[in-house]
């Protein structure tokens, strides 16, 4: 599964187990507790609503029969005085003239006219306060309090052992028939006595059982809503668990135990993209464990993992706040490292210093064994906006990119000295230009874009033309010719370049038959076989069948083996280039003398033309120092019973030294320069 598909896969499961959940579990408990409290209001309001119908049926009672006595003929304050007595709760009366003044009343209190409430039930009425009623708490000063409910002072009462009106009957039925609140008031009756208001006062009691039913269908409503509500907390719980262990799982790294490359792209991500770290600079790292394949076939994969792992713990150890590593795979770790400095210079000389001491310390993790460690480093200045002088966060950060870069700085290391590496636009380039010629060798060759130039060869006594070097030059219609040097140093690498010495040995072959029937001069042409060749089973025969399919004489084609060839497998090498000469290939050493020269392979090999390098013609020579060393390996060559070719002549003073010293052939700029084919013949039939 690429990073990218893991990543949104991991997205996709936080969005789905993580937030909907919590927010479902919020949102439920929100509708939970208001449809609770709700449902008790409701059943409370029907409780008081029930009661106060009650009451108001009663004083209805009263008021009919007080009515009923008056039209019966008898005096008011009678009538008032028997429907009192004769109602079935037996309560106070006040009535008034139409003015609002006490026309008769019993019992020692008044409606207070001016403190007064409308209460609606289906019908409206209209409720007065008593004039002598202690409405108890503060709460109860106002009439309107008489239908609010208030929780704490309602519980507590229920569990108050002091009553305001006992019960009769025995234990829990008396204890819950007890009323607990009271309140007094006066209603207004509507009667039809001419000019006469009737109130009737009215005792609202509110015994324990009613708030005990209201509590109880509460906390049944709670405990029926909190079912599915500690359900959905147990889900929320266990896909949060669910979660984290999935994170954990993806970002772990299964050889080392530590953060795998997943996590670490996705924290070096934020982490360079936040606008706070902005303003710092710092270095993506690829820290790299040098030949870890071998330390796998010596030691066993279990000790190459155990290695790893205590790399993961040595890094997570030395690593800094607002830093992160991740293992990349095989032994190759990624580190994003904050660089102090005041400018790049600095940053860069801090992170050198900080990865230097890094190596070092690695290397002695295991010190009965060597460890080689390199690191590339890419450094990541830090954003600046363009106005201002105010720091942007670094967006569209590319992580894999920047490792790329680091990678591509650890990979220019080709010794154990050098350790550390800095990406620079030079590496990307010739990275770039590495892709470019691996994309199009292929296409190039079938295409006959790599071309056969001929650097014709000269006697330095008389300038006969009596021999040439195949050279290779492509021809690439975009980019113009291209010189060997740019493109066979990666063909060596990719191996390419195999084909493209049977192609150009081809080439020659071709040309020298043709010649030959064309009845034109020959002269022996020398075609490069890179060293690469020498691992290639039954390359003699191989050489001869290629040549042989053109039919020229095998003398007329030299083969060029570089002297460094001489240092890989010598004993494949002896034993190919004796095949090659029994086949009557004349092979050349080239570059004789260049970087490290070992006389000890004239001694091994027999060959037939020593090929000095150019470098001993270039530069000063005051001292004649390399004047004593051409002279030496002239004679040496004779008396090797070999020819002799000097490359890289430009100079006339150049080709009298040698003509002095008896070299036989002279390659170089002062005769001529590589040509294409058709220039050579010209030159060749001039010579002829
Ligand atoms: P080399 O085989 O040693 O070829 C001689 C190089 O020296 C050629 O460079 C030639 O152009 C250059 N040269 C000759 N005389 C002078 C001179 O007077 N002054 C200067 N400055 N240079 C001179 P070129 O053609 O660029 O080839 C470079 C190398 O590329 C060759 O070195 C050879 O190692 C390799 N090469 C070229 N063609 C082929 C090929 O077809 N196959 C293989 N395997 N290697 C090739
Ligand atoms: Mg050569
Ligand atoms: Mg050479």
Known sequence: MSSKIKEKTLKKLKRKSFWPSIVLFLAFLLVSVTIVFAGINLFATYIIGSKMMGLYNQAMDTGVMVERFVQEGDSIPYAVANATRLSRNPSNVYLTDAEGRRVASTGGTAPVFSEQVEWSMGEEYTIYKDSKWDYGTEAMDDIEDIFEFHVPELANRVFDST???????????????????????????????????????????????????????????????FIPLIFLFINTILNIRMQRRVTKVLYMDPVTGGRNWLYFQGQAAKMLGSAWNSRKTYAMVNL???????????????????????????????????????????????????CEGAN???????????????????????????????AGVCMIPPMEAERGNYFVRRTN?????????????????????????????????????????????????????????????????????????????????????????????IFEENGFIMQLDDYMLSQIAKLQSEWKVQGKKTVPISVNISRAHFTQEGLAEHISRLVDGYGPKHQLIELEVTESAFFDDKEVLVDTVKQLRAYGF??????????????????????????????????EDEAGRGAVIVREAICLARELDMRVVAEGIEQRAQVDFLASLGCDMIQGFYFAKPMPVAEFEVRVAADA
């Not at 801090?350 to 390199?374: D, I, N, T, V």
């Open 397 to 489: 950060l590319d992580i894999d990119q920047l490792f790329s870069f680091a990678h591509t700085a650890q990979q220019t290391s080709h010794n154990d000295a050098e350790q550390i590496f800095f990406f620079s636009e030079r590496l990307l380039e010739e990275q770039n230009w590495e892709q470019w010629v691996e994309d199009n060798m292929h296409a190039a060759l079938a295409a006959g874009e790599f071309q056969v130039y001929l650097q014709p060869k000269y006697t330095p006594t008389d300038g006969r033309l009596v021999g040439a070097e195949a050279l290779v030059r492509w021809v690439c219609p975009e980019r113009g010719v291209i010189p060997p040097g740019r493109f066979i140093p």
């Open 586 to 619: 004349p092979i050349s050493m080239d570059d004789f003398g260049a970087g490290y020269s070992s006389l000890n392979s004239l001694k091994d090999i027999p060959l037939d033309v020593l090929k000095l390098d150019s470098e001993f013609f270039r530069g």
């Open 163 to 225: 009553s305001m009106e006992p019960a009769d009957g025995p234990g829990i039925n008396r204890w819950m028939e007890e009323s607990i609140i009271e309140q007094q008031f006066w209603i207004d009756v509507p009667v039809h006595l001419e000019n006469r208001n009737l109130y009737i006062k009215c005792n609202l009691q509110i015994q324990r059982q009613d708030v005990i039913y209201i509590m109880g269908l509460g906390a049944v409503a709670l405990i029926l809503l």
């Open 344 to 374: 790049e210079e600095e940053c860069e000389h801090y992170c050198y210093l900080r990865l230097r001491s890094l190596l070092a310390e690695l290397a002695g993790l295991q010190p009965e064994r060597k460890l080689h460690f390199h």
């Open 288 to 338: 790299h464990m040098e030949r870890y394949t071998n330390y796998l076939s010596c030691y066993g994969s279990q000790q190459g993992e155990e290695l790893l792992e205590c790399m993961d713990g040595f890094l997570r150890a030395r690593m800094k706040r607002k830093e992160v590593f991740g293992h990349y795979n095989g032994a190759d770790f990624g580190l994003i490292l904050r």
